[in-house]
């Protein structure tokens, strides 16, 4: 979140841009000080957990009694968890779905009337690369991010009479606090994928605002992509089977 707020094209008067973020985590006073302090913007904030049922509402409520204007929306929350199905707890598996999916899709769905009455808005989805192909031991996971593939491309397609448009992003590595750990365990195939957060901030933002509605970030990630693409799916499934099993 922090590099995607550092992203944001801020030269604008202050006033004109506010930024509302969200997230799980307690003590995010500090990151919305260290935004007005170094942006010419208001800062929102509310620590939520997005898997509960009423937190997608209770996020729309709060947007609405600060009257905040939203023109871009980023559904950036999610979590991965590795594994075979059956040894996953199953609080993990609902994490997943319930962040990765429902969390996104009901937030999507409660900001969209709004950004509606605006000339134009963005929808930035964060997906993965783990969207392209059914991924054993990371089953769960691999199938939420493809939801977002699909959804972003029809929804996309949906609002295209309006001035909304919809993007989704695919990196496959980012080397984020959370992530770092499990990147360096990785095959060389997932290390040499792997961006920093800036830098796929800066890339998803470039292609939000140029309304691609679909972002591979990186080259290697791109060569990646089209190889897939040109292999039979038994052989892929087999391929990634592998790694994820040796991961
Ligand atoms: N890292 C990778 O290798 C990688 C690769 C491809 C795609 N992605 C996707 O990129 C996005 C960002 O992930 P990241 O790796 O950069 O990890 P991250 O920095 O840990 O980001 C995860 C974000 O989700 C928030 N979050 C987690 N659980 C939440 C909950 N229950 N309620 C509300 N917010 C919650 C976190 O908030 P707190 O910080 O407050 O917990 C954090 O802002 C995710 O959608 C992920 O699936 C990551």
């Known amino acids: 979140m922090q590099e995607l707020a550092s992203k944001l094209p ?5 006033g004109d841009l506010t930024f509302f973020g969200f ?22 904030h509310l620590s939520i957990d997005l898997t509960k049922r009423k937190s997608p509402q209770k996020v729309f409520e709060y947007a609405q009694q600060h009257q905040l204007t939203i023109n871009i929306l980023v559904n950036n929350a999610g979590l991965g ?5 059956e040894e996953l707890k ?9 962040l990765n ?11 969209i009337p709004g950004m509606k009455k605006l000339k134009k808005a963005y929808i930035l989805n964060i997906s993965s ?10 089953s769960v996971y691999a199938a939420t991010k493809t939801y977002l593939l699909f959804f972003t491309q029809a929804l ?13 992003v695919h990196p496959n590595g980012i080397s984020s606090e959370r992530a770092m750990e499990n990147i360096k365990k990785s095959s060389f195939i ?3 994928a792997a961006l920093t957060p800036a830098q796929v901030a800066k890339i998803s933002l470039d292609n939000m605002f140029s309304e691609n509605v679909f972002v591979i970030p990186g080259v290697v990630n791109k060569i990646y992509y089209y190889i897939g693409c040109s292999l039979p799916h038994g052989v892929i499934l087999k391929l990634i089977g592998n790694i994820f099993k040796k991961s």
């Open 101 to 111: 999916v429902r969390a996104s899709t009901l937030l999507t769905f409660l900001f």
């Open 156 to 168: 996309n397609r949906e609002l295209k009479e309006t001035g909304i448009s919809v993007t989704s």
């Open 23 to 44: 997230a799980a985590r307690q003590g995010l006073e500090s990151f919305s000080d260290e935004l007005r302090k170094n942006y010419p913007v208001d800062v929102h």
């Open 129 to 138: 690369f783990a969207a392209f192909s059914p991924l054993p031991y990371k």
């Open 90 to 98: 199953a609080d993990l598996i609902d994490t997943m779905i319930l």
């Open 190 to 192: 997932a290390r040499s």
């Open 81 to 85: 968890f590795n594994g075979k199905l």
């Open 10 to 14: 801020l030269n604008v008067q202050k």
